[in-house]
Nanobody
């Protein structure tokens, strides 16, 4: 069992920054993958960024490359999503998720809302 709790969402002006945090509890392994997803009203859920706990593989969606950074703090069992140069189109509910190697994302947090104003 893995439990995930997101925090750090809020309202920010365009061009501003936020850092989302996802605290994981329960048993995790270095080969596990942590991902950040987002979903805006009327749109499909989108994988924004992903990383393994050991940092040997990282992924970013084209829409956020150069602006978002995913990182982990292993002693704290926490994964972060640093979001810079935010745009109104980044507005969405953001979720962290976890999957085992060769598995599917099966553990999900409750989500945190990010709203970027013009």
């Amino acid at each position: 069992q893995v439990q995930l709790v997101e925090s750090g969402g809020g309202l920010v002006q365009a061009g501003g920054s936020l850092r989302l945090s996802c605290a994981a509890s329960g048993r995790t392994f270095s080969s596990d993958t942590m991902g950040w997803f987002r979903q805006a009203p009327g749109l499909e859920r989108e994988l924004v960024a992903a990383t393994r706990w050991n940092g040997d593989s990282t992924y970013y969606a084209d829409s956020v490359k150069g602006r978002f950074t995913i990182s982990t703090d292993n002693p704290k069992n926490t994964v972060y999503l640093k979001m810079d140069s935010l745009k109104p189109e980044d507005t969405a509910a953001y979720y962290c998720a976890a999957k085992k190697y060769m598995g599917v994302y099966e553990y999900w947090g409750q989500g945190t809302q990010v709203t970027v104003s013009s």
